[in-house]
Structures are given as structure tokens and as C-alpha cells.
């Protein structure tokens, strides 16, 4: 016998992480949109590796790993991984809001113009994602 979901617990299931997977890809398009303001543009400038750089999808990107990690480790850190809550929060919203693919797919534009510039951004994203999800992991206190 296997704890497969039932058709009904299955259509749930998809029904959850798609309605979050809506929501958080609507705010994140939402926030991408600060990437073509001009105050941003002049922050970050035109010129060089560093502006091809994502930096708002970058941010996006730690800010939901961070209160993903907090969240399964806090309010949702006994909840079954089919659970309908844990799908539509983690699964769907953070998985939509997030988009490390993203991210990655501007490598190419970045690795034209500075192989070292590419290699650096590589680095910094793994880095802070993976320093974002333990400050959220450590941010739960019980």
C-alpha cells in the first residue's frame, strides 16, 4: 500500500501550488518591473558586466529564500510535504516568486562582456542563497 494522494487529494494538490505559483509570479514581475525605473538605472548604470546584472531578481531571489526557509522551519516545519498549506506556500508562492533560472539565463549576456563578471555573480548568488537560507533558518525561535 502506498501514500499516494487519492484523485481528488491530487486535484487539490495541483489546484494549491498553482494558485500559489500565480501569486508569487505576480509579485515578482510586479517587483521586476523597478528594473526598468530610471532612478534604478542610474543607480546601477548602463555600462560594464555589472549592469547586466539582475539585481532586483537577485534581491527577489534571497528575500524568498530566506522567509521560505523560516517558514519550514517555523509555522510549517511539521506539515507532510503533500500538505495543502506547504504546497501553496513553499511549492507554489515561493517557487513562483523565486526564479534562480532567471537569474542564471542572464549569465549569458553577463559572460560577453566580463568572463570574471559572470563567475563573480555565479559566486555571489550561491553564496547568499545559501547564506540566506540559514539566517532564515535561524531566525525561527520557538
Known sequence: MTNAPRPKGLAAMVCAVALGGAVG??????ALRIDNTAWFRSAVGTHGWASRVPWILGAINLIGVYFATFTLRGPLARHDPNNLTRL???????G???SYSSLYVSLGSIWHVSVTGALLTVAVAVASGIAAAW???QSWTK
Open 25 to 30: 509570479t505576480l509579485l515578482r514581475d510586479l
Open 88 to 94: 501553496l506556500v513553499i511549492t507554489g508562492f515561493f
Open 96 to 98: 513562483g516568486f523565486t
Open 135 to 137: 539566517l532564515g533558518a
